[in-house]
């Protein structure tokens, strides 16, 4: 309970002393958790005035950093953000073990220093048993978020002390630590225990996946949006179905506490079966799902299984053979949901809802878009959504196959029906599509004197192997794909125009990522993808402006290997930043970009006629300056990537020799 006057202050300290004394306290002064924690502290006999504070010595602080290392590591970047949101408000984030001896902490210079007088540093003891009352200590004792507000400390000297303080849950219910933020009273502030608790959510989220390698892990909400974010539910069930542990999202949605989700099951929190649900998790990337919780309410998630859960267990087995439940597993771990492909972008939407209208009437369709924009990714959605996803989906790129072995690949061979063909011969990806989709890459590439044999196997129904005297029926749906017009390849004569209009029964034209109104999100999917759900990464609103604004020639392609540079570039991180980004993808970049970055400091627009040069000289100067020589931090400030700035700075000292 915070109580801003001075008069106040007194009146709790004097509340304080009278509890002591006659066990009795006014109703509405402090909390039921701080008054439970005073009666602890004088049964335990701490002293008012002095208390026991001690600090553990520093081989005990190495060790115990060392025994929370993983605590550590995922708690760090968490408290540089959280200490972002307080800084300059004479504070300090800390981060304390399961017994309260402080490990590690960061805060305003005015206040740390004041703060050490106490003892509040790293390896701190801040357990009720030695400092009574605080934040730290009470909230290990009550096992939930405690607020300490100055007086309401019962030691007397830590009353100049402000503290907000979370457990760390692990995914089992037990403690790892306690994150708190400390300050000085005066400049007390209501939303502190609010990021505290966020924060601390954040943290046990990311250690929650890397616990449970071998197991099923679902991540969900009732929101798809809020997959992969701070705000998901985390459950884990072991590989035959029964409840290991869940976050404090998970419980929330499913109504329970962590004692009444002892003993729970698969089958008594959702709604479907165990063996549907890891059919549907094969599919990648990972969809989201949607799942029934057996309350009827119905959210979505994405599930991931561990090393030990069979991934053939789940699988239909064909009376075909073993050959044809190869083809089925590798089929269904290269499925793309349609939903997977469109994040809120009105031309894809339109697309994709254009396209589910003729899936299933065996209309052939056609994809145009530039390299890069996902057709073949387009192609498995629609194969997917359609009558043929039990059956193949067999994808063959016009442009990569040399052009005197298109013939054989495509339709087929018998043994010996040339020199260097296989002992047994080969079936061609027209037999291999055999009840499902035939996927043509690249189509205005395929060579102009076997069009007219594709036009007839397309019209027949039928293949001819090469080499052989017999033909075969075959069943399939053609997608055929390209990134320039075809249409305009027809009027030219280097493509057949029956097959042209046999082919284009529905044209989608995919748009260009430059002209996509859902980039944010997209790359988000994509960064999901990449990470998995072990961790927490973030895209920095620098790094969102640029992605708006660049050219992407590459398209979602490009995208995808410019976030994977970062994620590696990144390390341990969890925020990419305009550092992380390579210096070729910023070069690409519209220079208003970094008009703009330079022209943020008023001194630094106002150049008059100076050369532009000079103007980049001394930003770079002021801005390493700003940062005392850390070239990473002046990069993200400027804009530009660390090789850019180090290529600069060579280029200044050549100049200056």
Not at 256 to 270: C, H, N, P, V, W
Not at 540 to 545: E, G, I, K, L, N
Not at 577 to 597: K, M, P, W
């Amino acid at each position: 309970m915070a109580i801003n006057s001075v008069n106040g202050l007194d009146r709790i300290r004097k509340v304080r002393e009278e509890f002591l004394s006659q066990g009795i306290v006014p109703a509405g002064v402090v909390d039921s958790i701080i008054l439970r924690s005073w009666q602890r502290s004088a049964e335990r006999g701490i002293g008012m005035e002095r208390g026991e504070t001690r600090c553990t010595p520093r081989y005990d602080l190495m060790q115990r950093r060392e025994l929370n290392n993983a605590l550590l590591q995922r708690s760090q970047p968490v408290m540089e953000n959280l200490y972002h949101e307080i800084c300059g408000t004479s504070s300090m984030v800390l981060l304390a073990d399961n017994q309260g001896v402080v490990l590690h902490s960061i805060g305003d210079p005015d206040f740390v220093d004041q703060a050490e007088k106490v003892y509040l540093k790293p390896g701190g003891i801040w357990s009720e048993g030695v400092n009574g009352t605080n934040a730290i200590g009470t909230a290990l004792e009550e096992q939930s978020a405690v607020q300490v507000y100055c007086s309401e400390h019962f030691i007397d000297k830590n009353r100049f002390i402000s503290c907000s303080a979370t457990p760390i849950f692990d995914p089992k219910g037990g403690i790892l630590g306690v994150l708190d933020v400390s300050g000085d009273w005066r400049a007390h502030q209501k939303h502190t225990m609010a990021l505290v608790r966020l924060s601390a959510q954040m943290i046990e989220n990311q250690m929650f996946v890397p616990q449970f390698p071998d197991d099923i892990i679902i991540c969900f909400h009732l929101r798809p949006e809020f997959i992969g974010t701070l705000y998901e539910g985390i459950v884990v069930f072991s590989p035959d179905g029964h409840f290991i542990g869940a976050n404090r999202c998970a419980l929330l949605q499913f109504g329970l506490d962590r004692a009444r989700s002892a003993g729970q099951t698969f089958s008594s929190l959702f709604g479907l079966s165990l063996a549907k649900l890891l059919e549907q998790s094969r599919y990648l990337p990972q969809p989201v799902l949607k799942l029934p919780l057996l309350s009827g309410v119905e959210v979505y998630g994405r599930v991931w299984s561990g090393t030990t859960v069979s991934p053939v267990t789940f699988l239909p087995i064909s009376s075909k053979g073993s050959d044809v439940v190869k083809n089925r597993q590798q089929s269904v771990a290269e499925t793309v949901a349609l939903s997977d492909l469109e994040h809120g972008d009105p031309a894809m939407q339109t697309m994709i809802a254009k396209a589910l209208k003729v899936i299933g009437h065996d209309i052939p369709i056609m994809i145009e878009g530039e390299s890069g924009t996902g057709k073949e990714l387009l192609a498995r959605g629609l194969h997917q959504a359609g009558p043929r996803r039990s059956g193949p989906f067999v994808p063959i790129n016009c442009a990569a196959i040399p052009e005197g072995l298109f013939e054989s690949e495509l339709f087929g061979y018998q043994e010996g029906a040339f020199t260097g063909a296989k002992r047994k011969g080969n079936i061609g990806k027209i037999m291999e599509a055999d009840g499902g989709t035939l996927f043509l890459d690249e189509i205005g590439e395929m060579p102009l004197n076997l069009q007219a044999r594709l036009l007839r196997t397309l019209q027949d129904r039928t293949v001819s192997p090469l080499g052989g005297t017999g033909s075969h029926r075959v069943n399939i749906v053609v997608i055929c794909a390209t990134n320039r017009r075809v249409r305009n390849a027809v009027a030219a004569g280097t493509f057949r125009e029956d097959l042209y209009y046999r082919l284009n029964g529905l044209l989608l034209t995919l748009p260009s990522l430059k002209e996509r109104e859902d980039k944010v999100l997209l790359s988000r999917k994509i960064l999901c993808d990449l990470i998995g759900p072990e961790r927490i990464v973030t895209i920095s609103s620098d790094v969102f402006r640029i992605f708006g604004s660049h050219p992407w020639p590459g398209n979602i392609r490009q995208m995808h290997n410019v976030l994977r540079t970062a994620v590696a570039l990144l390390g341990d991180g969890h925020e990419i930043t305009v550092a992380e980004l390579s210096d070729d993808f910023l070069e690409q970049t519209d220079s208003d970009i970094t008009v703009t970055n330079m022209s943020e400091n008023p001194s630094d627009a106002s150049c008059g006629n100076e050369l532009l040069v000079d103007v980049e000289a001394r930003l770079i100067t002021s801005t390493l300056d700003r940062t005392g020589g850390n070239i990473a931090a002046a990069a993200r400030i400027m804009g530009i990537g660390r090789n850019t700035l180090y290529r600069k700075l060579r280029g200044q000292v050549s100049e200056s020799k």
